[in-house]
């Protein structure tokens, strides 16, 4: 496609229900970044993938959220039992390749918790 | 304290007038990107710059490696500027640290 995509734009959540948010990067993109924005908070970084591998899940907030990328392209990141803590935007950006190039970004996952 | 600091936090302008966003930040990066956020949450990247000055239309960006700040200036501004600036930095990894952002007005 044209640019980044990720679906859903909105989801709301029951507590305790598992989520899967998608992202699909721009075409020939081998680097994908999710990061995360909170009410009120900036952005924060929570893995990134090369290729199909995540060398730096630093960023993800607990043990309850995990990410894979299949085919170099499509990414899910996945909550299971969500609390009303993960209620934030999700968003997604990819670059053509890694160091300093211009990352693109998706229009975000706006995810409610309640 | 965190890595990277953006002032002001928030800023009114009127139309027309020049606007200077500033960021700072405390670790050793191998590039600084300026990104803009529309009140419909889409994020589009303006600049990333490692050295020097950049120049997009009415937007110019410098950056000072020695004294780990950057610039962001918006000449000419218009009500359309309206958005939240953000400053993230790269500093050896592939991740990006982000600054809180500054949050744009620019009144007709």
């Known amino acids: 496609g044209a640019g980044v995509s990720q679906s859903p734009s909105n989801k709301v959540t029951e507590k305790g229900k598992d989520v899967e948010l998608r992202c699909d990067p721009i075409?020939?993109?081998?680097?994908l970044y999710w990061y995360r924005q909170s009410l009120g908070q900036g952005l924060e970084f929570l893995i990134y993938?090369?290729?199909?591998?995540?060398?730096?899940k630093s960023g993800l907030p607990s043990d309850r959220f995990s990410a894979e990328r299949t085919g170099g392209s499509v990414s899910t990141l996945t909550i299971q039992r969500t609390q009303q803590e993960d209620s934030a935007v999700y968003l997604c950006a990819s670059s053509f390749d890694f160091g300093n190039t211009e990352a693109f970004f998706g229009q975000g996952t706006r995810l409610t918790v309640v | 304290k965190n890595e990277v600091e953006q002032s002001p936090q928030n800023l009114t302008a009127q139309e027309g007038e020049f606007i200077t966003i500033n960021c700072s930040y405390s670790?050793?990066?191998?590039?600084l990107h300026w990104l803009q956020q529309h009140p419909g949450g889409g994020i589009v990247s303006l600049f990333m710059l490692s050295s020097g000055k950049k120049k997009h239309g009415r937007l110019i960006a410098t950056i000072n490696i020695q004294e780990k700040h950057s610039s962001l200036h918006i000449t000419a501004s218009h009500p359309r500027d309206s958005a939240v600036y953000i400053c993230a930095v790269r500093s050896g990894s592939e991740k990006l640290v982000f600054g809180k952002g500054t949050k744009l007005t620019v009144n007709p």
């Open positions: 993938f090369q290729g199909n591998s995540a060398p730096d």
């Open positions: 670790v050793g990066i191998s590039a």
């Open positions: 075409s020939g993109h081998t680097a």
